[in-house]
């Protein structure tokens, strides 16, 4: 299919407005299970991406907590990690000054006497480094813990400051399913007011993830076709090629539909369906976002699909099935993958169905949304050719490429260039990030590391978000724990799932796109 490149010039980057950045007050981040590889591989990287910035502020601390016995190892750990995993070189002039700001605290999470230690300490370095009461508290720990940090830090009177902003931030998991979730969002709202909480998902410090909204309501033209008048149908898929990567006894008690779907592939979803919000700030988006979840209706057992990988061959290598994975159960009844049709009752889409999937080891790595759209009522050209490219005069698809080859694909018909006839093949107008705006190396948390520490919530999960999404998938969790798959595993490692999963899209004479990445 040809394809045309728009493009923005790089030079056009160097105009914008510079001195406008938001830098944080001076304060203290304390990050708990610092010995993880979340905190080395995502959050260090990520904070050493804003000192590079100027982005942070000249007075602060980066605190790390675990249980082991760590000494200076720590920071040269995170050193390490910042130049493996942050794409910086090891000479950077600005690392050791960086580094110098770290260091690390051992700490027993259920012990109630090594948070008075803590606090002591962290006060010391504050008087120390002339910073004042600021601190946010980032949960980088099992999720067994959580409960456990905020009722001591509650109980240390170290969730408040006086003439200062206390914050915390917590990974998901948020629960497990629904009781488990209120039950955690009570425990953390009886220490932390619901503003001092920062739920992260990573999805949403994507660039272009951010940029759905910057799409859908920075421009004129796409707002007005964006319902169910002019769309036909959404998909949102999740590829990844990787599988449980170590991480075994996690997975088994997550699945597919816990990972990933139930949290941040919701969260793509809200972007594409919510109303235009009145401002950017956190309360209009996140209201929009919920009244989206809240419209999603019961989505019906018939309409879900689970599968498990079994070996086969991805990236031309020879990969064991999910059951021969390190540490998990040879009869291992956990999905990994998920795929869904759901329908969002209100008037913008009532009758717009929107398949979901989401699965480990599938045979590319694609995070993508496709928006297809109408034919046109009445088509009065003809086909070009009996097979080839051109053999199908196909709908418009818009394509947003989440990652990777990060970019917008609209697919429009052409006329093609030959006298004899009219005859019309698809071409695409393609928008290439990198091309445009140059690579970047944020992995995405940076922004909402800044943001946290700005005590900005907007791309940040609220608890009654939360709630409603447990609401919708605890009920297929609950079905699917009771009735055990007989035809696991169902899909060959490296292909697109199991093929029972086309049979959702099928009846409705849709298929999946499975030539994921560019328009093709
Ligand atoms: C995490 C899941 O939340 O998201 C992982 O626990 C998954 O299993 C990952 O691989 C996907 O994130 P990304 O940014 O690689 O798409």
């Known amino acids: 299919m040809a394809t045309m490149q728009m493009t923005v010039r790089p030079e056009d980057l160097s105009q914008l407005p510079k001195g406008t950045e938001r830098i944080p007050d001076p304060g203290i981040l304390v990050i708990f299970g610092a010995s993880g590889d979340l905190t080395k591989r995502k959050l260090l990287p990520a904070l050493f991406h804003l000192w590079q910035g100027n982005l942070l502020p000249q007075r602060f601390a980066i605190v790390g907590v675990a249980r082991r016995p760590l000494g200076d190892e720590f920071a040269a750990d995170m050193r ?197 919000p009145s401002s950017f700030d956190a309360e209009s988006v996140r209201r929009e976002k919920l009244k989206v979840w809240q419209a999603i209706p019961a989505i019906p057992i018939l309409n879900t699909v689970r599968g498990q990988y079994g070996p086969g061959i991805v990236d031309h290598e020879h990969v064991v099935g999910y059951r021969d994975e390190d540490r998990v159960n040879p009869e291992s009844a956990t999905e990994t993958f998920a795929a869904l049709r759901l329908s969002i009752e209100n008037w913008r889409w009532a009758g717009v169905p929107f398949f979901l999937r989401a699965g480990k080891r599938m045979k590319k790595r694609a995070t993508e949304i496709s928006i297809q759209f109408k034919q046109p009522p009445l088509l009065i050209f003809n086909r070009m050719a009996n097979s080839g490219p051109c053999s199908e005069i196909l709908p418009n698809l818009l394509t947003i490429r989440i990652q990777p080859d990060e970019g917008i694909a609209l697919r429009f018909g052409a006329k093609v260039p030959t006298s004899s006839e009219m005859a019309v093949c698809p071409v695409n107008m393609d928008f290439d990030y990198e091309a445009a705006f140059g690579k970047s190396s944020a992995n995405g948390y940076e922004r909402l590391l800044l943001d946290a520490m700005l005590g900005d919530q907007t791309l940040f999960a609220h608890r009654d978000g939360v709630e409603t999404n447990w609401a919708l998938y605890t009920p297929i969790l609950q079905a699917w724990a009771a009735k055990v798959p007989q035809v696991f595993p169902n899909y060959f490692a490296g292909s697109w799932g199991p093929e029972c999963a086309d049979h959702l899209l099928e009846h409705s004479g849709h298929s999946w796109r499975n030539d994921l990445g560019r328009n093709t």
């Open 80 to 276: 390490s990690g910042i130049v493996e995993f942050g794409g910086v070189d090891s000479s950077d002039p600005k690392l050791d000054g960086f580094i110098s700001h770290i260091s690390y605290f051992p700490l027993n999470f259920d012990d109630p006497s090594h948070y008075a230690a803590l606090k002591k300490a962290l006060d010391q370095i504050a008087a120390e480094k002339g910073i004042g009461p600021d601190r946010l508290f980032y949960l980088a720990t099992a999720p067994e813990f959580f409960a456990g940090i905020v009722e001591n830090l509650g109980a240390q009177g170290m969730a408040q400051a006086e003439n200062g902003r206390v914050a915390i931030v917590i990974e998901k998991p948020f629960g497990h399913d629904l009781d488990s979730a209120r039950l955690l969002n009570q425990q953390v709202n009886a220490v932390f007011h619901e503003s001092q909480v920062f739920r992260i998902d990573h999805y949403l410090g994507k660039e272009t993830v951010q940029n759905l909204l910057v799409f859908r309501f920075a421009n004129g033209i796409f707002e007005p076709i964006w319902k169910r008048n002019y769309i036909d149908h959404v998909q949102i898929t999740v590829a990844e090629t990787l599988g449980v990567e170590g991480r075994g006894p996690f997975y088994e008690k997550a699945g597919a539909l816990r990972d990933v779907v139930q949290n941040h592939m919701m969260e793509l979803l809200s972007l594409v369906a919510l109303e235009p």
